[in-house]
């Protein structure tokens, strides 16, 4: 089938900046597609993040130019695994044919994104108010200490019921790991606390893949992967490998979502699906 391709590039300011280990990301910059045929329209997003292991924006918007203005099939079904983005964007706007540009989501649960650092301490309320009762908190960004102390006092603050996730972004060394660890198995096991933490995201550098592993069987507190499988190729690797724990999963960025699908389906693999702060037409 032939289909009327166009794209757009787009540039969005965040509301407050996102501080990683990694540093400040201020901009969201992506590409919005729209193919039409005489089904309908369907939209697409290309948001991708060279850092966390896609192609670079330039890289999505070169391929996008070299595309002519009509499509196929084959064309959406052909594009490379280097462009994992590009993959997500097309097949999305493929998959929407016919049907509204936005639909409504499913009932899903979310949790809430806290600030790095202090911050945290006066986010979380908003959040609770708005109706999250789990919480992902950026840490390795300041000083372990300063931070830990930090999280002694949310793990002391935050509401009954009340879940917190730690991502690190591989941003940890290993006696700080081992720390984040230990300190958040000591949590979980207190019943006077009324916190639970879920599990801690990534503590090490992709590289450091053995010593997460090694890691996960040493406490009680569970580990997830996240940047270690940014795209399929890289998520399939880690279940051979032996991955048993959780695996945080981008759709936006890991690639193709047909084949993302069939993976999911064929491996009872424990999945978080996080955003890559897409507009709403990605998400």
């Known amino acids: 089938m032939v289909y009327r391709f166009e794209f757009r ?9 996102l501080v990683t280990c990694h540093g400040v ?10 193919l039409t045929n005489e089904t309908g329209t369907g939209w697409g997003e290309i948001s991708p993040i060279s850092w966390f292991g896609s192609e670079t924006l330039e890289q999505a918007l070169d391929f996008c130019r070299q595309i002519p203005g009509e499509i196929t099939d084959e064309t959406i079904f052909s594009i490379p695994d280097e462009l994992p983005a590009c993959q997500f964007g097309f097949e999305s706007a493929l998959g929407g044919l016919g049907s509204t540009p936005l639909p409504t989501p499913p009932s899903l649960t979310y949790s809430g994104l806290l600030p790095a650092g202090e911050a945290a301490i006066e986010a979380w309320q908003t959040l609770w108010q708005q109706g999250y009762s789990t919480f992902k908190w950026k840490i390795g960004v300041h000083e372990t200490q300063e931070e830990l102390e930090i999280f002694e006092f949310l793990t002391h603050t935050l509401p009954a019921s009340a879940k917190l996730r730690l991502d690190a972004n591989g941003g940890l060394k290993l006696q700080e790991a081992h720390l984040w660890l230990w300190t958040c198995d000591n949590v979980n096991a207190n019943d006077e606390l009324p916190v639970e933490v879920e599990f801690l995201e990534q503590p090490l550098s992709v590289d450091q893949f053995q010593e997460m592993l090694e890691l996960s069987s040493c406490y009680a507190t569970a580990i997830a992967l996240d940047e270690s499988v940014a795209t399929l190729n890289q998520l399939a690797a880690c279940v051979q490998k032996g991955w048993q724990e959780i695996f945080v999963i981008k759709p936006g960025i890991v690639g193709s979502p047909s084949r993302l699908r069939q993976f999911c389906q064929q491996h009872d693999i424990d999945a978080v699906f996080s955003s890559v702060f897409e507009t709403a037409i990605g998400r």
């Open 9 to 17: 590039p787009y540039q969005l300011r965040f509301k407050r900046s």
């Open 25 to 34: 990301w201020s901009t969201r910059d992506g590409i919005i597609l729209r």
